[in-house]
């Protein structure tokens, strides 16, 4: 079975799945290729950083794989859509319908777990956008039902995608809100069950099981991928998606991602767009690690060649495969 995937590790033919393979070693050796060391960063010395975005100052990364998510690592909006029971050959009515119970039930999680009614106008890019404003003080006895945000929020338009920031009051309820959301994302991403309750967990674990069947596993492939990367201590995976962020979270936890993608390594790009998102990583983790750009749309494709970065295209199983053993292999 080796042999088939020849194709895709060859110099001449590797352009078929990265459009810019510039930084990769053409050859496609990893014996010839040197990973590069950041210059560590320091707490407090990275002003350009947003809070909460520093890396361990021991950690030395070698290369970071920039995520897109649906139609990526999920299977989702082509659900909604039917374009993937007609592009597959599959029941299209049972497609559409798996797909909105999906949906309901990550606009479920969203709304009951993670403040989305709260939170659906104060979007932000990054969880710690707004930590800044956050006091500190103990949330175990806050009651967030009437602490008056929601009512504040609605009347004045606080939230604002043109960025207006309330008063400091109003911002730090803000602050709980998503610092709530992180001590949950944490808490549960490896076991949504519990988040979840039995009959929920029951249902939710039917329906990701419906939806496998349908999508021939493509979510259970995309996750060797990860966990290969995840395994390496000089690896790290990075999601950058177009979905609002409280619903992003609770995508991933829905389709069991959670221990791929730690909290802070997860960026909505729906205000500022996957460029403006991908500045945002290089900034963080340096110019001297290797990004590999993951996706199947434009925008991202488009956003990893003004970077300069590897872009791997993901429009079918076979790409999956594929990944998936140059990950195996050690070519990626």
Partial sequence: GQ???????SASSYGSYMTSNSTLDSTGSTSSYQLQEPT????????ELHSGEHW???????????????????????????????????DAPLAVTLGL??????????????????????????IDDVSSDDNGQDLSTYSFATDGFHAAATSASLCLATGVRGGVDWMRKLAFRYR????????????????????KREAWLQLRAEVEALTDSWLTTALKSLSIISSRSNCVNVLVTTTQLIPALAKVLLYSLGSAFPIENIYSATKIGKESCFERIMQRFGRKVVYVV????????????????????ISSHSDLLALHQALEFEYL
């Avoid at 560590?40 to 002003?47: E, N």
């Avoid at 996706?295 to 590897?310: L, R």
């Fill in 3 to 9: 042999n088939q995937y020849a194709q895709y590790y």
């Fill in 40 to 47: 560590p960063v320091i707490t407090g010395q990275a002003p």
């Fill in 56 to 90: 361990p100052i021991r950690v030395r990364l070698g290369r970071v794989f920039v995520w897109d998510l649906d139609e990526t690592i999920i299977v989702f909006h082509s659900l909604l859509t039917g374009s993937y029971a007609q592009k597959y050959g599959k």
């Fill in 101 to 126: 119970r999906m949906e309901e039930m990550i606009f479920n999680m969203a709304d009951t777990h993670l403040f989305f009614n709260d939170l659906e106008e104060c979007d932000q890019v990054h």
């Fill in 180 to 199: 709530r959301v992180k001590e949950l994302y944490c808490t549960y991403k490896n076991n949504v069950g519990g988040l979840l309750g039995p009959a």
């Fill in 294 to 313: 993951i996706g199947d749309g434009v925008e991202e494709e488009q956003a990893a060649t003004k970077h300069n970065m590897p872009f791997w295209r």
